[in-house]
């Protein structure tokens, strides 16, 4: 697999915007993609880009990607207490999935 | 259906038991996976099942024994298990490259296995 690296901590007051970073390093991803884990829970996914496109937007969801810099981002807009999650960016290499180390957000009230 | 089902979901064995853990789903997906995930960490890959049949181990210690009886059914067999082999085991599938191929694979809740 490929070097996913992401930052590891992200407070954020509920109603405020959330910007989650990750960088990468496999020039040759197809896809990117975000997942959210809750407490005690499998992976849900969030949702994917394909990396010939800078952005993609999904309801409170935007992901920007910029491919030169091999920098993925996702912002969550209108955050709510039900968005305290791990999230995690993941790049594909033929059939392996490789995460970055999971970004902890916390919404405080 | 986009459900990928995983049972037990909890599962408390001892170093000298056998046990297993199952997983299915009816997406369609002709790739399935293993993954172990540690508190706090990313889910590490541990087997890959593409067409039934096994394509990736990641160089998993002998005492986990994957098993693909069908395209739906992947089970993971366990036995003399350590203390350090307590964790989630996380089961997910994915469809093969073609028409409106995206990659993502579906996860399921998870196993979360503990050794005494």
């Known amino acids: 697999g490929e070097d996913v690296e992401q930052s590891l901590f992200l407070s954020v007051r509920e109603g405020d915007s959330s910007v989650i970073n990750c960088t990468y390093t496999d020039s040759s991803s197809t896809y990117l993609y975000w997942y959210k884990q809750e407490p005690g829970a499998g992976l849900q996914l969030l949702t994917y880009?394909?990396?010939?496109?800078d952005m993609k937007q999904d309801q409170r969801l935007t992901v920007l990607l910029n491919k030169k810099d091999k920098h993925l981002s996702l912002r969550i807009a209108d955050t709510q207490t039900g968005d305290s999650a791990i999230y995690f960016c993941?790049?594909?290499?033929?059939?392996?999935?490789?995460f970055g180390a999971g970004t902890t957000v916390t919404v405080r009230a | 259906d986009t459900e990928v089902t995983q049972t037990p979901k909890h599962l408390v064995m001892g170093m000298t038991n056998k046990k297993s853990l199952k997983c299915e789903q009816h997406?369609?997906?002709?790739?399935m996976y293993w993954y172990k995930q540690k508190a706090k960490k990313p889910p590490e890959l541990m087997f890959v099942?593409?067409?039934?049949?096994?394509?990736i181990n990641e160089s998993v210690p002998s005492r986990f024994s994957p098993e693909c009886p069908n395209s739906s059914l992947l089970n993971l067999h366990l036995h003399a298990l350590q203390p350090e082999d307590s964790a989630l085991y996380l089961c997910?599938?994915?469809?093969?490259?073609?028409?409106?191929?995206?990659?993502?694979?579906?996860f399921g809740e998870g196993s979360r296995l503990t050794v005494l």
């Open positions: 880009i394909f990396s010939n496109m």
């Open positions: 997910a599938s994915s469809q093969l490259a073609g028409t409106g191929y995206t990659g993502e694979l579906f």
């Open positions: 993941a790049d594909k290499d033929d059939y392996k999935l490789s």
């Open positions: 997406m369609g997906h002709r790739a």
């Open positions: 099942y593409s067409y039934e049949k096994l394509s």
